[in-house]
């Protein structure tokens, strides 16, 4: 290969290996920021949110760098299906005024779990929370699974309380989190979810609750990272 053959080659290779996620350890992927890249054309790309970029490599602002290396949530395939499928449904964005965070205080599950022993409690719409997040025990670790109510848009039955469950997004994770802490997967989900739904959907127009500050319950649990959730989600 002659020098200029050379050069050309290794542009070449540069620009391959710039444009491929490079895979760091299970679920740590960098990203190597090209000419032209915004932190918006690359969020979408990954299936991650433009906050969930900065939250992650520390970024107050949306300026990057060519030759930059950032770091892709290991969430962003959890969220991608979410994303899509409610990209196809009509979101009644008037509607929802808080987010609540609950624990299934069971050790395994699923949506399918879940909204059968609603039904046989009376809930003729099943599962009353919008969104699982499994915990590798009925549903893959850090999978997000979408109930019917959020497809159908329709209230919940996760809080006694209907204002809470008119206007809130029921997420449960599964698990007992008197117990147990909740997965790093089903966490980095849940973030995910959250900043979605909250900041690109709702336009930060949302309050945080998590179970116990509307109802009389233990629910999520002592560990689950509460006063974590609110520095991050107000
Ligand atoms: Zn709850």
């Not at 900065?54 to 970024?59: A, I, M, P, S």
């Not at 808080?98 to 624990?103: G, R």
């Not at 399918?112 to 009353?128: C, E, I, P, T």
């Not at 609750?209 to 509460?226: D, M, Q, S, W």
Request: some cysteine.
């Amino acid at each position: 290969m002659n020098p200029v053959d050379r050069r050309k080659f290794l542009f070449q290779l540069a620009g391959v290996l710039c444009a491929t996620p490079l895979i760091l350890a299970a679920d740590d992927r960098i990203y190597v920021v090209r000419k032209g890249d915004t932190l918006t054309h690359i969020a979408k790309r990954y299936g991650v949110t433009v906050k969930d970029l900065q939250r992650t490599n520390g970024l107050r602002g949306s300026l990057i760098k060519v030759g930059q290396r950032l770091r892709i949530p290991s969430s962003a395939s959890m969220i991608q299906p979410i994303i899509s499928a409610t990209s196809r449904i009509k979101v009644n964005r008037s509607k929802w005024k808080y987010i609540v965070a609950h624990h299934s205080a069971t050790s395994q599950g699923s949506a399918a779990s879940f909204d059968k022993v609603d039904r046989r409690h009376g809930m003729k719409n099943g599962l009353a929370y919008h969104f699982v997040i499994g915990n590798g025990k009925g549903t893959p670790d850090g999978v997000i699974e979408m109930g019917s109510r959020w497809k159908k848009q329709l209230h919940g039955g996760h809080v006694s309380k209907w204002e809470f469950n008119d206007h809130g997004i029921g997420i449960c994770l599964v698990g007992n989190f008197e117990k147990t802490r909740p997965t790093s997967k089903q966490l980095a989900s849940f973030k995910s979810l959250v900043t979605y739904l909250g900041d690109n959907l709702l336009r930060e127009r949302y309050k945080f609750y998590v179970h116990k500050e509307i109802n009389a319950t233990l629910c999520p649990g002592r560990y689950f990272p509460t006063q974590a959730m609110h520095k991050l989600f107000g």
